[in-house]
Structures are given as structure tokens and as C-alpha cells.
């Protein structure tokens, strides 16, 4: 079973950097891709980044060259560096698991089946 758990959210100002960790205790397979989306008060949760041993990595738009993904298969954990925040990357941040799909690199909240409780990240201008 995924279980997957946030952590490493905080307050930082403009320009500092965070690193989020996601750690599934129930021991995702490594086939699986492992993704981290956000949501800002009163918007939809958007894609961030996604990542499978298979494929590589594909970001948004909006992160790319600021945010690195990353992922420890021994210590079962996905990571998300992110670097020059800025004030609209304010949001709560979700790491999920797609368990169906062996090779695409979604971005589309709706093909992820297993998700985390969240963490939030603030960025103070």
C-alpha cells in the first residue's frame, strides 16, 4: 500500500530556497512515477514536476531551472529542491504516485492515484 508523507514546508523570503522530501512508507514500486503538484488559495492544485526511472523528469513551465526533482529508491523518497523562490510559489505542495502508466511523464493531477496530506510553503516578498 502508498502511503505517502510531506514534509520540509515552511516560511521563507523571496530568493531562499526549501527542500521538500516525500516519503512512502509503504514502499512504492520504482515503476511508478512520483510527481509534486501545488494549490494556492482558491485555485486549482496545478502540476510541479514528475519524475520515473524510466523517463526522466518534465516540469512546469512556471518551475523550470528554479526546481529539481529528485528521487532516493533506497530511502523510498521523492524530493523537490526549489530554489529562487518567489511569492506566487506561496502554495500547499502534494507529492503523488502514478501506479498505472509505466512510461509517461504526466502532468494531469487526474492520472494520480495515490496522494500525500500536503505541506505548506510560504514565500514573503
Known amino acids: 500500500q502508498v502511503q505517502l508523507v510531506e514534509s520540509g514546508g515552511g516560511l521563507v523570503q523571496a530568493g531562499g530556497s526549501l527542500r521538500l522530501s516525500c516519503l512512502d512508507s509503504?514502499?512504492?514500486?520504482?515503476?511508478?512515477?512520483m510527481g509534486w503538484f501545488r494549490q494556492a488559495p482558491g485555485k486549482e492544485r496545478e502540476f510541479v514536476a514528475v519524475?520515473?526511472?524510466?523517463?526522466?523528469?518534465k516540469y512546469a513551465d512556471s518551475v523550470e531551472g528554479r526546481f529539481t526533482i529528485s528521487r532516493d529508491y533506497a530511502k523510498n523518497t521523492a524530493f523537490l529542491q526549489m530554489d529562487s523562490l518567489k511569492p506566487e510559489d506561496t502554495a500547499v505542495y502534494y507529492c503523488?504516485?502514478?501506479?498505472?502508466?509505466?512510461?509517461?511523464?504526466?502532468?494531469?493531477?487526474?492520472?494520480?492515484?495515490?496522494w500525500g496530506q500536503g505541506t505548506q510553503v510560504t514565500v514573503s516578498s
Open positions: 503523488a504516485a502514478d501506479s498505472r502508466r509505466r512510461y509517461i511523464l504526466s502532468s494531469d493531477k487526474a492520472d494520480y492515484d495515490y
Open positions: 509503504g514502499r512504492t514500486a520504482s515503476t511508478y512515477a
Open positions: 519524475t520515473r526511472w524510466s523517463s526522466g523528469m
